[in-house]
């Protein structure tokens, strides 16, 4: 039971590290390259933005969840890989209830992103609050990599 509890955490913070490099680099990327306009490309991002927090969040509570049944002790929800995935649910929670509904409500203001003007106090809004998205999910995919490190490490000083 323990290995089978091991493996889901493995796979619950992989899949969540996969969709998270999946729709930075790939799905985002793609969107901005193949798409005709910014304001449609934002479009499919933040639509596939909002799932993936969804799963994100799941995933992080599986993690938990499967250590803390497989350990039988809060103390697991202490270490340094549980910590990383808490830190992992806090900043996707942030984005997806701080940060993007306020980028949403910005985009429906200007009306179009792409023929807003450069200067425009709105666009430099949702240019910061980009920003702020982006360190957000970078945070994320950082303290996700820590945790696998540990969580590998874990593994290793248990045989």
């Given amino acids: 039971m ?19 490099v999946f729709l930075s680099f790939v799905v985002a990327l793609g969107a901005f390259r193949i798409l005709g306009s910014r304001d449609q490309a934002g479009a499919i991002v933040g639509f596939a933005l909002w799932r993936m927090h969804f799963i994100g969040v799941v995933c992080g509570i599986v993690v938990l969840l499967a250590r803390l049944l497989r350990t039988r002790t809060l103390a697991s929800l202490v270490t340094p890989a549980a910590l990383c995935v808490v830190l992992m649910i806090l900043l996707t929670v942030v984005s997806q209830h701080a940060v ?4 949403a409500a910005l985009r429906v203001h200007m009306g179009s992103i792409q023929a807003t003007a450069a200067d425009s106090p709105l666009l430099a809004e949702f240019g910061k609050l980009h920003r702020i998205s982006v360190s957000l999910e970078s945070g994320v995919l950082l303290a996700g990599f820590a945790a696998m490190y540990l969580m590998v490490r874990e593994l290793a000083s248990t045989r």
Avoid: C, Q, Y
């Fill in 100 to 103: 993007s509904p306020k980028m």
């Fill in 2 to 20: 323990s290995t089978l509890l091991r493996t889901i955490e493995f796979l619950s913070l992989s899949l969540w590290l996969g969709s998270d």
